[in-house]
């Protein structure tokens, strides 16, 4: 059997699987850092105030890369370790010893593993609603523009205008360029009237929880490009979680598979052990010696302890049968000669009455 070379036991699988995370939670933490900056700069200009939810989704956001990198290099970890059972399996030809406390940590690792693989799939799914949800609100901000410059433009327009009685129109003066109106915040419970050129944020309160009328033209402006920032950053965090999904599917594949062969060939190999073990046993009983090289190199120290073992048992009962046999000859020699005596009388006895 040929020797595998070394790059045979580089766990490639999952190291190209990290890559792909570790690539990933670069490119979906750049992103969403950018971009949650952008969105609570957008909604501060809007007079929404989420930025302790901001923040609280910042943290969880760290905190989920860090523990998905650290799971990630501890699952490449136990790839390695895995290749060097196999090495040891191939030099030995035998089991090894810590295989068992390989796949019991496998298993768990495992188990954790499947669980961020499940949270990465919510992560995807959050950030393709994030991504709608900028860009709805940019359209709405920029729908929002261009209705109050378009009635601030007719404004200017109307104003001395004739009329067919003689007189001019006087545009009343509705513009919203600078900061004469700014966003109104209405209380609970209370209605608050929004002119059309306003932006009117009452269809979001069950997301804001107030009725937000914001007619400043300059907030709208810094919201929308705000807004772009973020849409722009979206698509690099919706590539990012699926680089990272990717990547940690096919290192959830690999640990499987690993988990799978080692445990197989771990049963494969100690029931060979002990069909050496038995065949050495059936041999000694039998008498007979084991041919050379019928045991692979592996079984050895199995199957030659048990032969040693059952060939002092042979000596030691033929030790003791020779001890019994030696003193059976001893005690016939030394019986008395009057027996003897007698058993000749009787011999001679038995002679006359026949004749």
């Not at 799939?121 to 860009?135: E, N, P």
């Amino acid at each position: 059997m040929l020797a595998k070379r070394a790059l045979a036991y580089v766990p490639w699988v999952a190291l190209i699987a990290f890559v792909f995370i570790f690539v990933g939670i670069i490119v979906w933490a750049t992103g969403t850092n950018t971009a949650l900056s952008s969105t609570n700069g957008a909604l501060s200009a809007l007079g929404v105030e989420a930025e302790g939810y901001i923040n609280m989704i910042h943290s969880a956001a760290v905190g989920a890369v860090v523990v998905c990198a650290i799971m990630a290099a501890i699952m490449v970890g136990m790839s390695g370790g895995r290749t060097c059972l196999e090495k040891a399996v191939d030099q030995r030809g035998k089991a090894v010893c810590g295989s068992w406390l390989w796949l019991a940590t496998e298993a768990l690792l495992g188990a954790i593993w499947w669980l961020i693989l499940f949270w990465l799939v919510f992560v995807i799914f959050g950030s393709c609603l994030w991504y709608g949800a900028t860009y709805t609100v940019r359209g709405v901000l920029q729908v929002s523009l261009n209705t109050a410059n378009a009635m601030a433009n007719m404004t200017t327009t109307l104003n001395g205008v004739p009329t067919p009685f003689g007189g001019y129109i006087q545009g009343t003066n509705i513009t919203v360029s600078g900061n004469s109106t700014t966003a109104v915040v209405a209380p609970a419970g209370a209605v608050v009237y929004c002119p059309s050129n306003c932006l009117n944020l009452a269809l979001f309160d069950f997301l804001v929880q107030r009725d937000i009328c914001v007619c400043d033209v300059g907030r709208i402006i810094t919201a929308l490009t705000k807004t772009n920032k973020a849409y722009d950053s979206m698509g690099s965090v919706v590539a990012g979680s699926f680089l990272m999904w990717v990547g940690a599917s096919f290192l959830l594949m690999n640990a499987v598979a690993d988990f799978a062969k080692t445990k197989r060939e771990r049963e494969l190999l100690l029931r060979a052990q002990r069909a050496a073990v038995d065949s050495a046993a059936t041999q000694l009983a039998l008498g007979t010696a084991p041919a050379p090289g019928l045991y692979p190199p592996g079984f050895q120290h199995d199957a030659m302890p048990l032969l040693k073992t059952q060939a002092l048992q042979q000596q030691q009962q033929q030790m003791q049968m020779a001890q019994l046999m030696a003193q059976a000859q001893a005690a016939q020699m030394v019986r008395p000669p009057a027996a003897a005596g007698g058993s000749t009388n009787s011999s001679h006895a038995n002679l006359g009455s026949a004749v």
